[in-house]
Structure formats: C-alpha cells, structure tokens
C-alpha cells in the first residue's frame, strides 16, 4: 500500500528560491531526527545548457529522449532499426499517423491504433498471433467492449478494446524470451516504412548533444541524477543558480520513518514556489489498527492538507501481469453481477423515505480513514474486496457513490443503474447516510455473498 501526503506550507514560498527551501526542509528532517538513508537531486532541461551548471556533480548516466529523423542519417531504415534495438536503449516510439502508433522496450512491445487502421493487417502478417501456443486464456468485458488475454510459451498477450474505436496489442516478454520480442518489433517496425522514431536512452557523457550514439538527433529532453550525501553537495545548494525554466526535485528517502511505514519526501519546484509531498510505503503487511493509527498521528502532527492511495510501483513479472489480468476480468464479473442485480432495486426517494433516528454502520462494514477526507468517505467491507466511495453532495454539485471491485474495476451510481432514483442533489446528509446504510451496502453485500454468486 502507498501513500501520498501533499503538505500546506506554513508559510508562502513564492519569495524563497528553490534552493533555501531545500535547505530548510533538511533542517527540518534532521530536526525530527528521522534516519535519512539518501538524499537525490533531479533536474531535467531541455537543453544541455540549462543543465550546465550541475553537469560536474553528476556522478550517473544522463537520461535523455529525442527524435531521430531516417532520412537525415546515411543508414537503410532496417540498418537503422538493428541499430537501435542493439545500441541498448530505454525505449523506441514510432508514430505511424493519426492516433497510431506502436512503442518497444526490452520486454514489452505495444501497438495502438484504430480499429480500421493500415497497420493491423501488418501486424498480423508479422506476428502470426493464431500459431502462437496458448497456456492459458481469459476473456472478459469492460466498458461494453470485450477484452482478451493469454498466456503463451513467449509471455502474456494482451488485446485491448478501447473507446472511440481504438484497439491496442500488447506483448509481456516472459524471463529470458526478450530475444524473440526484439526480432518481432524489428520485423513489424520494417513493414512501416521508414518514419522518425523517438528514443529514450542513458549515456555517460554527453559531448555532443545533438546526437545519438554517432547519429543526428532532435532532443526532447535531458535529466540528470545528483547524490545529496557527497560531502560537497550542501557547498554547491549555496552557489547554485535557480533552476528556472527546468523541472526539479529533491528527495530524501527514510526505509524506517517508522514502525509501520518508510517514507520519501520530496521538494519539487512547481510554478514560482515549492510543494512538499511525502510518499508513504506500508513496510508491513496486511495494514492493521496500528498503522491506521500512526498514519492518523503523522496528519496532526505534520501540516497533510491532503491523503490519497496511489498504486504501488512493482518490479515487472510474468507473473505478476497475468494474475493482475485475472483479478482484472474477475472484477469486470463483479462489476457485471452488481449492475444485473441493481437494475430491478427500487431506490427511495427524500420525500416518502422515512429517517431512522440512528443509523449505523453494519459491523461487516468499516470506514477506510486513510482514504477518506472532506467531501469524500470511503467504506471498506471486512473480508470482501469490496470499497463504496461516497461522494458527499455540495451546493450546485450532485453527490454520487463509486463502488471498487478488487481494487482494479470502478463503477459510478450511474453506471450501476442509470434509473436510479436516488435524490443525488439533497444535501440532507442523514438521507444519504441512510440510503447507503440500509440501501446500497446491503445489496453489495448480499449479491456477493450469495450462494449463486459462488
């Protein structure tokens, strides 16, 4: 589970530079006495001249990306595509007109186009998806639209159905199989015809920036890396320049913030000021009583304007992608039982609904405290993977419910049940309470706990 803590400042920082504020915030670190593990500095340009004054500090490759147009370098299109691929970079992005296009890096390959594009009849011919071995294969709906995966002797393949039209394949290279994913995106790239191509990729030294490994490149932009425990480091921040014009952000990393959680603040430069956020990690699983209540401290005791959970970042698996497809299609069922089960409620309306007195949450029910905050509750159920967000009405805003299925699907009132009668413009309070309370989470419940839902 991760976190992000966005805090107030407490007092204006439009009159501060960048660097005064992270010199602050690490004497306010090191007043909390919280164990600093690292400290990074990163700054990206979009030219090598910005980035000029911090170049001697930077001990990691550059990262950069830009645009390499064919037929400005002195190599066949298939040459230049070998080329690449062997050269090691991040990725490779080719648009192929209109809203196609497809991307490569070392283990995924991915194309996007309308449904009647040109390119699919390429892709097709490439790729030869029909003779491919299939393990295992799941399919399910999402936004009306069907949606396919499988699993392959190579990796996971993923056909997606989007709106508007728009259709994207997508290749997961399992361990050791990157080999085949590289031969494949070359044979599909040579059916394109020669085309810019946009690359992402690191470099130790950079003596001509307008080039890549030898060939004329357009850049888009350049980020550089800076370690903030050099000892020299805190002697730079005092001689630096702003960073006008470029984007920056210092972070300060802590694996043990806390019992229960590890934390990365950062500083960026946003606008003509600073914002300070922290990153919350949950170092210990599942998240308990406990940690819910240190989490609570730390937003008294820091000024936390706002607490959202974010998705974790997770290194790529085979693995990893498949189950999260399978949670995905099992949560689109859910999605679909609920919405099938809702058609034929009769919701209550305001004025012919009667109020109970009290009303209370039913014990296999709980609020979701980290996830909730003025003008948004979240209910979470106790041991189904279940959460109600309840989007409180304002004046000339309607409120509105969002059920979450394993984490993975949401659904609105609406898409719930179009006919719904609820009174979403009330600001009774006690209405909504009690429509959610004695309406919506039994229906939840009982539709999912059901003999023939299992």
Request: hydrophobic share 40%; with cysteine.
């Amino acid at each position: 589970m991760q976190l992000i803590a966005q805090f107030s400042p407490n007092i204006s920082t439009i009159t501060r530079g960048f660097w005064t504020d992270v010199q602050q915030t690490e004497e306010w670190l090191r007043g909390l006495q919280k164990d600093i593990t690292a400290r990074t500095l990163l700054l990206k340009g979009k030219s090598l001249t910005q980035l000029e004054p911090w170049l001697p500090w930077s001990h990691s490759p550059l990262e950069l990306e830009g645009w390499l147009n064919p037929m400005e370098v002195q190599l066949t299109w298939r040459y230049l595509l070998h080329f690449l691929v062997a050269s090691g970079p991040d990725s490779l992005f080719i648009p192929c007109g209109g809203d196609a296009w497809i991307a490569w890096n070392p283990r995924t390959v991915i194309v996007r186009a309308p449904h009647n594009s040109w390119i699919w009849s390429h892709v097709i011919d490439s790729w030869d998806p029909a003779a491919w071995r299939t393990l295992d294969q799941i399919e399910w709906w999402e936004q009306g639209r069907l949606q396919q995966a499988a699993r392959t002797d190579f990796g996971v393949f993923e056909q997606w159905q989007h709106p508007y039209g728009m259709e994207e394949w997508r290749i997961n290279a399992a361990d050791n199989h990157e080999s085949i994913l590289q031969l494949w995106w070359q044979q599909l790239a040579n059916r394109l015809g020669t085309r810019p191509v946009k690359v992402s990729w690191r470099q130790e030294q950079l003596h001509n920036p307008n080039t890549i490994l030898g060939l004329p490149v357009r850049l888009s932009w350049l980020g550089l890396k800076i370690s903030g425990d050099q000892s020299q480091f805190w002697d730079g921040v005092s001689h630096w320049p702003e960073p006008r014009g470029l984007r920056a952000t210092m972070q300060w990393s802590s694996p043990r913030w806390n019992a229960w959680w590890s934390t990365q603040v950062s500083l960026k430069r946003w606008k003509q000021g600073t914002r300070l956020e922290a990153h919350y990690t949950l170092n210990q699983r599942p998240l308990t009583r406990h940690a819910v209540k240190i989490m609570r401290q730390e937003m008294h005791h820091f000024p936390i304007f706002h607490l959202q959970s974010v998705m974790t970042p997770l290194v790529y698996s085979e693995q990893h992608t498949w189950m999260s497809l399978m949670e995905r299609a099992q949560a689109s069922r859910w999605k679909e039982m609920a919405t099938e089960n809702l058609k034929g409620y009769s919701w209550p309306r305001l004025p012919a609904m009667r109020i109970p007195p009290r009303i209370r949450l039913g014990s296999s029910w709980m609020i979701d405290k980290l996830s909730s905050h003025t003008g948004l509750w979240t209910i979470r159920h106790r041991s189904l993977p279940l959460a109600v967000q309840i989007h409180w009405p304002r004046k000339n805003h309607a409120g509105n419910l969002t059920v979450t299925f394993l984490n993975q699907i949401s659904a609105s009132l609406y898409d719930l049940d179009p006919r719904s009668d609820i009174d979403r413009f009330s600001l009774n309070r006690r209405y909504w309470a009690s429509v959610i309370v004695h309406h919506i989470l039994p229906v939840l419940e009982r539709i999912f706990t059901s003999d023939d839902f299992r």
